[in-house]
């Protein structure tokens, strides 16, 4: 059955790494068909507004949108619904993408990029479950003057019994497929809104007798990813912990050229939609130079396959291919100084890797 792939490149690097994650997952899935759509500062410019009706129209009707990066020079003062970043808030909240994922592997071969020792970072693989769709970020907010005459900004932690166990039951679920440890971040020692999520959580793992669960509060957490990020399995945390836990933990696997994320609207067995981009974002200093590593943006693809397409076999080639190019070579500029790839050569590695045997062993497989 054909199925169809809205592409929202964007700006920057986007359109680059995209195009070669499509390249990729064309030719590990040919019955995929691929509709381009305008978003972010491009879609400002062609149409006004960072998410235009006929690019909500373009995703409705797809399976899946592979995203590419948003964002550019000239936005700084303009309001938060006219910045190209508000395109992707739109499409988290039309969707109901609550849960994003966002695995983090130190590849082999690579493990002397990442700033901790390598033997700290050997084998690290572990996959952080960020709630989406609520806390501060989508909390009411406010900035005006108080009594005193003082300018005082307000920005409101809301989250609701559901929304803290639906994204408890989505680790649960991912951890089943892992190595069956649920972490738990949060903040309960000060904040009411993580004290209703610990007691949530824990009563979810009560279903789940089989998965282990332990609870940490942020800070702490931060420091044992630094100080031994391979004891991590699942992390699970609410939107704002999630979104810095998350960027760290890619920065210790050495390059954020490798790192994908999937943002999804249903449990993780489930093949439903989601929106499937590379973390890198839209590094306007390499723009258009076919230099940008698309590695993240062809992981992304993969996870696009598993969840979305339901095609985990598709999903398993394509992240086995991606792991022998970066062991083997070619590599892009990132992680190669003296004989770098380009973008298109790196996915033409990948691309002539797929028909390799994918190991048995789950352990040697990426992804999640």
Known sequence: MTQRVAVLAGDGIGPEVTAAAVRVLHAALPACTFVAAPVGAAAIASHGTPLPDETLAVARASAAIL????????????????RPEAAILGLRATFGLYANLRPARAFAGLEHRSPLRPE????????????????LYFGPKSLERDAA????????????DFEIERIARFAFDLARTRRRRVTSVDKA????SSQLWRRIVTDVAREYPDVALDHLLVDNAAMQLVRDPREFDVIVTE?????ILSDEAAMITGT????PSASLNGPP??????????????APDIAGRNIANPGAAILSAALLAR???GDDDVAWRIEHAVAEALALGPRTADLDDTNPASTEAFASAVIARLGSPVPSDAALRCGV
């Open 67 to 82: 995203f590419g990066a948003v964002g550019g020079p000239g936005f700084d003062d303009a309001p938060p619904e006219r």
């Open 256 to 259: 954020i050229g490798t790192a």
């Open 120 to 135: 700290l970072v050997r084998g690290m693989d572990c996959a952080i479950v960020r709630e989406l769709t609520g806390g």
């Open 239 to 243: 939107n704002m912990f999630g979104d």
């Open 269 to 282: 067995g489930a093949r439903g939609f989601g929106l499937y981009e590379p973390i890198s974002g839209t």
């Open 189 to 192: 020692n000060v904040l009411m």
């Open 149 to 160: 005459g003082a300018l005082t900004a307000t920005d409101t932690l809301i989250y609701r």
């Open 307 to 309: 969840f979305s397409l």
